[in-house]
């Protein structure tokens, strides 16, 4: 199985970008489509960005399209999310997820594996 460490969260100002990092081990993560979840106080998981394993598709909600992105370098056997033009409803803890199977995945329940998470904070 892989195992994912997040990385690259903290705390910034509205109209900052960041770049989390999420780090496989185990196995390549070129085996895993991949994708980034977040997490505010009180809600639940929601989706953010999904990756093919190639990297060749991906698909984000409106909520962030056009602001995030995902990319991965299966050399490096680490996935990103580039964060632009952050807002304070950005603010959760991000989660990084490894899904066996060759879909864009864009719920919870369809990944096998999750990192511990990241915070970002976005201050107003």
């Known amino acids: 199985q892989v195992q994912l460490v997040e990385s690259g969260g903290g705390a910034v100002q509205a109209g900052d970008s960041l770049r989390l990092s999420c780090a496989a081990s185990?196995?390549?993560?070129?085996?895993?489509?991949m994708g980034w979840f977040r997490q505010a106080p009180g809600n639940e998981r929601e989706f953010v960005a999904s990756?093919?394993?190639?990297?060749?598709?991906?698909y984000y909600p409106d909520s962030v399209k056009g602001r995030f992105t995902i990319s991965r370098d299966n050399a490096e056997n680490t996935v990103y999310l580039q964060m632009n033009s952050l807002k304070a409803d950005d603010t959760a803890v991000y989660y990084c997820?490894?899904?066996?199977?060759?879909?864009?995945?864009?719920?919870?329940?369809?990944?096998?594996?999750w990192g511990q998470g990241s915070q970002v904070t976005v201050s107003s």
């Open positions: 997820a490894a899904l066996a199977a060759q879909m864009l995945g864009t719920t919870t329940r369809a990944y096998d594996y």
């Open positions: 990756s093919s394993s190639s990297g060749g598709s991906t």
């Open positions: 185990g196995r390549p993560v070129s085996l895993y489509a």
